[in-house]
């Protein structure tokens, strides 16, 4: 292996990395794979970013979560029937998603309650399937490990290109119902009173989140999801409540931890899911320290100068 890449000019990774970040760079672009994973990882990000930061400010991480487990289910299904996976990981996300919309979104404890129940049930069920599905299969399914954890060095030419696409649809899609959209996730009431219409914009929502949930899940895997679509928004919410601002600081900690994990990754043994879901959970931790420091120095007493002393003619003394 190491005698072929040198005839190739190109360094061998498991050599570990050089001083120079330029020359690590051009090491890693020198593999198609690496190409691919970069583009694929790009466009996830990005993808989870937009709607990741609306999903934490909506209280719907645990819908996002469920929505990307039940992913799992329709790719072992679809590959059971010799099926395109892909088309498995769409179908039930937005299936899901759906089925989950039928519930009544309320403030109401009962209401929240009951959505909860319909979101328990729904994973439950659809981890219960996955395992059926695999089983079904009979043969050895070899991707179940990248069902489940993701894999960021398998992605082809033409699931680029489908990750794009999707990724296009479903950002220009939620650019054109961001402002009603958190306008309606500020306060339902106000804006249903406006005329605006919650319940078909929190329809459409979930339509987006199942659509994002199925194409993060290609990449980190069923169960890895929350690494970008969940800590990078967190994070970004805990050091600023700006929508646009916000949005995009989800933006660019999901590029950040996504580019530094591939890196890592390539010169590492170890699974790309571990360094994105560790460098996600650090980078959380760094905002909410961050916040909580910031605060304490806001809300520190400042001490004022004392006062001088008149003298005993009434001069200013010591």
Wanted: overall charge positive.
């Amino acid at each position: 292996m190491t005698g072929a890449l040198a005839a190739l000019g190109v360094a061998d990774p498991l050599a570990g990395p050089s001083l120079d970040p330029l020359t690590d760079l051009h090491q890693m672009l020198a593999y198609h794979f690496m190409v691919n994973a970069l583009r694929a990882g790009t466009i996830v990000a990005v993808l989870a970013g937009c709607i990741g930061w609306f999903m934490v400010l909506r209280r719907q991480s645990f819908v996002g979560h469920t929505l990307a487990v039940v992913s799992f289910p329709g790719a072992a299904a679809a590959v059971w029937l010799g099926l395109s996976a892909v088309g498995g990981y769409f179908a039930a996300s937005i299936a899901a998603a759906l089925v989950i919309a039928l519930v009544p979104r309320s403030q109401a404890g009962r209401a929240l309650s009951e959505e909860s129940a319909v979101i328990g049930t729904v994973q439950a069920f659809a981890l219960a399937s996955g395992v059926l599905f695999v089983s079904l299969y009979g043969g050895f399914l070899d991707s179940i490990t990248g069902l489940l954890f993701g894999s960021f060095l398998g992605v082809s030419d033409g699931q680029v290109t489908a990750l794009g696409v999707v990724a296009v649809v479903v950002v220009v899609a939620l650019a054109a119902m961001a402002r009603p959209l958190h306008f309606a996730t500020v306060d339902a009431d106000v804006a249903a009173a406006r005329g605006v219409p919650t319940r078909l914009l929190s329809i459409a929502f979930l339509v987006l989140l199942g659509c994002t949930a199925a194409e993060v899940s290609q990449i980190t895997g069923a169960l890895l999801v929350f690494a970008l679509l969940v800590m990078p928004a967190a994070a970004a919410q805990q050091l600023t409540a700006r929508p646009v601002f916000g949005t995009a600081l989800t933006v660019v900690l999901g590029l950040l931890v996504t580019w530094l994990s591939l890196a890592v990754a390539f010169y590492s043994p170890w699974p790309v899911g571990f360094f994105v879901s560790t460098f996600g959970f650090a980078v959380y931790v760094a905002a909410a320290v961050g916040r909580q420091v910031a605060t304490r120095l806001r809300s520190a007493p400042r001490r004022t100068p004392a006062a001088p002393r008149p003298g005993p003619e009434g001069a200013v003394g010591a």
